[in-house]
């Protein structure tokens, strides 16, 4: 079991760019969360998906900020016209049912806006 | 506001000693509590969790202590060794969305 996988581990963006997070779940989990941490607001819910369908996107700021899931072996993170504001480390966890509360997280991509 | 706030951003306790962390929550319907720990450039590991039908939770040297009418819950460490050193993360769930803490950063001196 290698666990959640998260690509790529480093990203580093000229402001404006376009950044591209991918998250792989682990194999049979049917939720999927995003979560965004940085120093000063610390871990930050950002959306969940269940059995690849979006449940709450209620974290995500409304501009810039998509995800999704074409299928049960990844989703994506999408932040387009990058700011400075959006360096931060993305994590993504996955768990075995969406109401089975242990979820298990991914390494976290840093990304840096410069 | 917050609704999971950890007031002590750090604690540092001596080699062999007990260390107590500490989390204070808002929201009455949350039913799971759970310590994560993070190691500096790594992701949460979930520690140890706690539904809220039990007070008490133990695992080798860690158990977790609720309190629902204090709306509390805390971390106690046993026999803490450098290698606890790192930040320590509460979190609730209500329902499938882990609310977290700030983070309290844990230091074991020997």
Known sequence: ?114 | GQQVKQSSPSLTVQEGGISILNCDYENDMFDYFAWYKKYPDNSPTLLISVRSNVDKREDGRLTVFLNKSGKHFSLHITASQPEDTAVYLCAADSNYQLIWGSGTKLIIKP
């Open chain 1, 1 to 114: 079991n290698a666990g959640v996988i998260q690509t790529p581990r480093h990203k580093v963006t000229g402001k404006g760019q376009e950044a591209t997070l991918w998250c792989e779940p682990i194999s049979g989990h049917s939720a999927v969360f995003w979560y965004r941490q940085t120093i000063v607001q610390g871990l930050e819910f950002l959306t969940y998906f269940r059995n690849q369908a979006p449940i709450d996107d209620s974290g995500m700021p409304k501009e810039r900020f998509s995800a999704q899931m074409p299928n049960q072996s990844h989703s994506t993170l999408k932040i387009q016209s990058t700011q400075p504001q959006d360096s931060a480390v993305y994590l993504c966890a996955s768990s075995l049912q969406f109401n089975q509360d242990t979820q298990y997280f991914g390494p976290g991509t840093r990304l840096l806006v410069l």
